[in-house]
């Protein structure tokens, strides 16, 4: 079926949806991330921030992220009919109507920016409307069904919520919430490529241009170990710029390695175009590693672990 006849007959929708249709436009497993990494930057900020500030910060947040979770359902409802993935979604599926999920992610998106402003700092809130900004325009609209470097430059997108939520406690944006974006911006590529990897059919089918779809499984398989080769050394960063202290030194390299070892099996299988199991697990891998990486420097912020300065890493 053609992108541009899913997209007619999806206008033609005409439905009551319930409270769970709504929250699936939401992306809640995004969102989750989204808002933990979110709730590091803030806690690891120098300086205070009144508890319940922090949490109309992060209820800002979480609105933002679904805005631009419902707006990306709206713009990609067309494709996202033809994939078995998000075939299910709440415009395909017929629940929702694609104008009213047009204007609830609008009405989400400048109320959550506004609230953001008024009510905890409007560098916060800057920050805020350039992520949902960019999610929509420069990932959603322009890259995505563009360029296969979509997920590379869209990807920085993800990586702004700890650094909204170090403004919301600093006013500010320093060199240290910038690693924080830097660790979520060179772990995307890998992340999402390995998902690709396996749903590359998927992606052919909606003539979404991905990695895999363009260049092929060997190529994506590749990069994800250059990438790789690159995260891990950047998560180091917190240590140089004193943002984290020695037990999140150990683990992070620890588990950059682990990081490592997934990403080598997927390029040892690259003759394997049809095995799938070292990018799936690579992909499960890479969010327990996000995961893992932020909390331990929660942990740390919260436990007041003393920091290291190591200017040569």
């Not at 997920?151 to 600093?170: D, E, N, Q, S, Y």
Request: proline share 5%.
């Amino acid at each position: 079926m053609a992108v541009s006849s899913v997209r007619h007959s999806l206008e033609n929708v005409s439905v009551i949806a319930d409270v769970r249709d709504f929250l699936a436009l939401l992306k809640p497993r995004v969102m989750s991330l989204v808002l933990f990494t979110s709730l590091v930057g803030l806690f690891v900020a120098p300086g205070h921030i009144h508890p319940w500030i922090g949490l109309v910060a992060l209820v800002c947040i979480a609105m933002g992220a679904g805005a631009a979770g419902a707006l990306n359902m709206w713009f990609d409802a067309d494709i996202d009919a033809l994939m078995t993935r998000t075939a299910t979604r709440p415009i395909p599926r017929g629940s929702i109507p694609a104008g009213d999920v047009l204007g609830f992610g609008i009405a989400l998106a400048c109320g959550s920016v506004l609230m953001m402003g008024v009510l905890v700092n409007w560098v916060a809130s800057i920050l805020l409307a350039v992520t949902i900004a960019f999610y929509v325009f420069v990932y959603t609209i322009w890259l995505k069904r563009r360029s296969p470097q979509n997920i590379v430059i869209g990807g920085a997108a993800g990586a702004f919520p700890p650094m909204i939520g170090w403004a919301a406690v600093t006013g500010s944006v320093g060199i240290e919430s910038i690693v924080l974006f830097l660790i979520i911006f060179m772990w995307t590529p890998p992340h999402f490529w390995a998902l690709a990897l396996y749903r590359s059919d998927d992606y052919a089918r909606a003539g979404v241009p991905m990695m895999p779809v363009v260049y092929g499984q060997v190529e994506t398989r590749k990069q994800i170990v250059i990438y790789s080769l690159l995260l891990v050394p950047t998560t180091l960063l917190p240590c140089a710029v004193g943002l984290a202290g020695m037990p999140y030194l150990i683990v992070s390299a620890v588990l950059g390695v682990l990081f490592i070892a997934f990403a080598t099996q997927i390029y040892r299988d690259r003759a394997k175009i049809g095995d799938y199991r070292s990018a799936k697990n690579l992909f499960a891998y890479s969010i327990v590693y996000l995961f893992l990486i932020f909390a331990m420097l929660l942990v740390e912020g919260v436990s007041g672990v003393q920091r290291l300065s190591l200017p040569w890493l």
